[in-house]
């Protein structure tokens, strides 16, 4: 970034879409995006979960930068998916570990937490219905480095 691309985000920036990700150490939205300062408005709290701090987050970004575009973003291999699963089916069984049921369980994470953002605000609401906001969930792939938008996306097909 030169001298004169920071200056320019001194007094505005117009980041083009919200990322509510996990903490995870291993899922940066703006290195997984290829994106640079003033792009990305990034929520990161563990497991990607929507609490009231996350959606006044998402509520400041929209209304006060104009961005229409929310994706939440889980990842394979979440460990606060994990923990959760043990937690619900208890350590000891074999279940705990079983891939396909930790992906649903991803996958389910990021559903409740677009669901949430999406009736869980009225001025989100309103935004979705009248001013052309979209919110989106994915999954991001530590394997292959893709991100799978699963949820909510436009079909451009
Ligand atoms: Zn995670």
């Not at 649903?104 to 605000?121: C, I, K, M, P, Y």
Request: glycine share 8%; net charge negative.
């Amino acid at each position: 970034m030169t001298e004169a691309q920071r200056l320019a985000l001194l007094d505005r920036q117009e980041p083009f879409a919200i990322v509510l990700g996990c903490s995870d150490s291993r899922v940066p939205a703006e290195l997984i995006f290829d994106q640079g300062f003033g792009d990305l408005f990034v929520i990161r709290v563990a497991g990607n979960i929507v609490a009231p701090s996350q959606v006044g987050s998402v509520e400041f970004a929209a209304a006060r930068f104009g961005t229409r575009l929310v994706v939440v973003m889980g990842h394979s291999q979440c460990g606060v998916v994990v923990a959760t699963l043990e937690e619900l089916m208890g350590k000891t069984t074999n279940q705990t570990h079983n891939l396909r049921s930790i992906r649903d369980a991803v996958r389910a994470n990021v559903r409740a937490s677009t669901n949430h953002l999406r009736h869980g605000s009225a001025l989100l609401e309103w935004m979705i219905e009248n001013d052309g906001l979209i919110v989106v969930g994915a999954e991001y792939s530590l394997e292959t480095g893709k991100v799978d938008f699963f949820d909510g996306a436009p079909d451009l097909s």
